[in-house]
């Protein structure tokens, strides 16, 4: 209905008649047009910043509006209407909270984000900011000639919606059965990976936080010191001896979150856990999606952490299904898809990657060192509550995440985990004891989930329709301590 009667206006527009617009395209010709879209506005000199502000819906009704009101002592969410603000001040229901309850939260989210933290992700010359304050990172990519689906380890995904269609399905019902989900991790399908030239889509060498071991020697990269941590990614980029102008921490921020979670549990495990690790790490890293289309980038761990071997296992459900369509020769065919070993004079660290083709779940066969996940979406998807988390209490498993906003982790971590364990105490216990060998009360307690910002966030506000709190892919952490 919306392209048949050339509606200027989305207003009033319901997330069910969007769904059903979305079902009907394809998945390849929706791509390929949003990208032409994108370069067409990027080149036109006339583009302003409210052009790019991200389309707005309604907190309550979920319905699309062009101007819409906020609240005026949080100032984040978007209301079509007095008639609904005054609705969600109360609001109850599966996926609603009552704004009564979330406004002093989101004010205290909003406080988190320091004008000195708010400068380390908007320093860069190439960051963008809309009118709304979001960062619309297609039109950035396209600004700076990278966005494409074949643009190396900067290509999106063919896709409506962006990430698998099963996330959203607790929050929007009526996206069950969308089939129009983002392809993921192409280039496992080959016989190789491309050169770190293509890789980075020939971004001035410069730019690029090389691997190659004679240019790292070239440009006098040291040798990171593991008693003093980087800790921004101004520190990042001045040991890496990169300009401002790159946009590297646009996807840097996958392997360089894995760095500060990974920092997060070596600073707080006991002695003891610390020797059990040796220098070999074992990490599952669940839930993947848009990290199988940098797999390469992962080495940069191996020059982060001197003398280590990180191993990485990898599940998502793209994995299976891209196991099936490979031949023999393919990457995701191997028993380790990546490996990288850095130079002796940078410590000769190393990486190793694997992935488990026959599960699209995690399925802990051997328990790793450490559970970590990107932008979880703990209160979106019920499998944590029902599957994996349950398994990291009773083997007494840190478990440590990323994700987009903090609102999302209050629900999980004050919400939806202390249920969990109170409906499952007993079977917990139980459990517990069979694992362990002996009577042992001891479960998580709630209140010793960490949260703090990540330095490592992809820069720029990630666009969002129903909401103006802080907002970051990567964005924070949430770290579940072991049993000690």
Not at 121 to 137: L, V
Not at 387 to 392: D, E, K, Y
């Amino acid at each position: 209905e919306i392209w048949k009667t050339k509606m200027q206006s989305l207003d009033g527009i319901s997330m069910e008649q969007m769904m059903a617009a979305f079902q009907k395209l394809d998945p390849k010709e929706f791509t390929e047009k949003k990208i032409r879209i994108m370069y067409e506005m990027a080149n036109n000199p006339n583009t302003s910043r409210e052009d790019l502000d991200t389309s707005k819906m309604c907190i309550q009704c979920n319905t699309s509006v062009e101007n819409p009101s906020t609240c005026g002592a949080c100032r984040t969410p978007y209301y079509c209407s007095k008639r609904c603000q005054i609705a969600n001040w109360k609001a109850s229901g599966p996926t609603k909270r009552p704004h009564k309850l979330m406004c002093p939260r989101l004010q205290r989210y909003v406080a988190r984000l320091t004008p000195t933290e708010l400068n380390e992700t908007e320093q860069f010359p190439w960051h963008i900011k809309a009118h709304d304050g979001n960062m619309p990172y297609d039109y950035v990519l396209a600004k700076l000639k990278l966005l494409g689906t074949n643009t190396g380890y900067w290509s999106v995904g063919e896709g409506i919606l962006p990430h698998e269609a099963n996330a959203a399905v607790q929050s929007f019902p009526q996206l069950r059965g969308f089939t129009n989900a983002p392809t993921r991790g192409k280039s496992l399908l080959l016989s190789s990976f491309p050169s770190e030239d293509k890789g980075w889509h020939h971004l001035p060498a410069n730019q690029i936080p090389t691997l190659n071991h004679t240019r790292l020697k070239e440009l006098g990269i040291t040798k990171m010191d593991p008693d003093h941590p980087l800790t921004s990614w101004s520190q990042y980029y001045a040991w890496r001896k990169l300009p401002l102008e790159s946009p590297a921490a646009l996807i840097m921020h996958w392997p360089l979150s894995i760095y500060q979670m990974l920092n997060i549990c070596l600073n707080d495990f006991p002695p003891d856990a610390v020797d059990y690790m040796g220098n070999s790490p074992l990490i599952h890293l669940i839930g993947v999606e848009a990290e199988l289309d940098v797999l390469p980038l992962y080495g940069e761990l191996a020059l982060l952490y001197p003398g280590k071997k990180i191993r990485i296992q990898m599940t998502g459900q793209s994995i299976p299904k891209l196991h099936k369509q490979a031949k023999k020769d393919a990457l995701i065919s191997q028993g380790v898809v990546y490996s990288y070993k850095a130079p002796d004079f940078l410590g000769g660290g190393s990486v190793e990657i694997t992935l488990d083709v026959a599960n699209s779940e995690w399925t802990p066969y051997d328990t790793p060192h450490i559970l970590m996940a990107c932008n979880a979406g703990i209160a979106s998807y019920p499998n944590w509550q029902t599957q994996v988390l349950p398994r990291c209490l009773v083997a007494g498993m840190p478990f440590i995440s990323t994700e987009y906003c903090e609102e999302s982790l209050d629900i999980a971590n004050k919400e939806l985990i202390p249920m969990m364990i109170e409906q499952n105490w007993r079977l917990l216990l139980r459990e517990r004891k069979e694992k362990v060998g002996r009577d042992d009360t001891r479960i998580l307690d709630p209140n010793d989930i960490q949260v703090s910002l990540n330095p490592f966030r992809r820069p720029g506000q990630r666009e969002h329709q129903i909401s103006r709190q802080p907002n970051y892919v990567n964005g924070l952490i949430s770290y579940m301590p072991p049993l000690k």
